[in-house]
């Protein structure tokens, strides 16, 4: 059997607005392998963040599954769900929601630390040199660039050591 890291069945995700549904995600079977890279291109509104919200359980599909590390995500609690994203995935959000009120460094440690582990200072101090920004550690992100800011984003994302990396990017 291939081990698949992510693998969605039949993927539906309709959001009704008014009388109207938009059909997001309308039958979606998507296979990842583990130590894959995918990219996932398409036009604006063809559905791309949704099913990556759906994939780093950030939101409940209409219809269908998926199958993160062969856990299914719909047996899930809303609490498992969470920790399930926080302890597994890496997410870089496409607006990067970084906390306004932390430093570069803060945010980048953040997710670590609402887990309770230990920071590995070493190894965020690496990740920080290579995306260049250790000269903005101290610094807030909206006096950031936007591509200082999707980097810090990054940083989060992998400081964390996912088991996958979704990054919704433009
Ligand atoms: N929370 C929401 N409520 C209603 N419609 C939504 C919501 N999120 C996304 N949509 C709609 O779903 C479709 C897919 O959006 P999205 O996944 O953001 O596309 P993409 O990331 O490829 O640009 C679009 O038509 C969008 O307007
Ligand atoms: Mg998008």
């Known amino acids: 059997m291939e081990s698949w890291i992510v693998e969605t069945k039949n993927l539906k995700k309709y959001y009704q607005q008014g009388a109207n549904?938009?059909?997001?995600?309308?039958?979606?079977?998507f296979r990842?392998?583990?130590?894959?890279?995918?990219?996932?291109?398409?036009k604006s509104g063809?559905?791309?963040?949704t099913l990556?919200?759906?994939?780093?359980?950030?939101?409940?599909?209409?219809?269908?599954?998926?199958?993160?590390?062969?856990?299914?995500?719909?047996?899930?609690?809303?609490?498992?769900?969470?920790?399930?994203?926080?302890?597994?995935?890496?997410?870089?959000?496409?607006?990067y929601n970084l906390v306004q009120d932390l430093n570069v460094y803060e945010n980048i440690i953040l997710p670590i630390e609402l887990?309770?582990?230990?920071?590995?200072k070493k190894f965020v101090k690496e990740i920080m040199e290579?995306?260049?920004?250790?000269?903005?550690r101290e610094a807030l992100p909206r006096t950031l660039s936007g591509g200082q800011q999707q980097r810090a984003a990054i940083a989060r994302a992998i400081a964390a050591t996912p088991s996958l990396l979704l990054c919704d990017v433009n």
Do not use: W, Y
Not at 56 to 61: F, I, R, V
Not at 115 to 120: S, W
Not at 130 to 136: A, F, T
């Open 21 to 29: 549904t938009v059909k997001a995600l309308d039958g979606v079977d």
């Open 32 to 42: 990842v392998k583990a130590e894959e890279f995918v990219a996932i291109i398409g």
């Open 130 to 136: 290579v995306l260049q920004l250790e000269e903005k």
């Open 52 to 95: 990556l919200h759906m994939i780093g359980g950030l939101d409940m599909p209409t219809d269908g599954e998926v199958i993160v590390g062969g856990k299914n995500l719909a047996g899930l609690t809303k609490e498992q769900l969470a920790i399930f994203h926080r302890r597994k995935i890496g997410f870089v959000f496409q607006s």
């Open 115 to 120: 887990d309770g582990k230990r920071v590995d």
């Open 46 to 49: 063809s559905g791309k963040s």
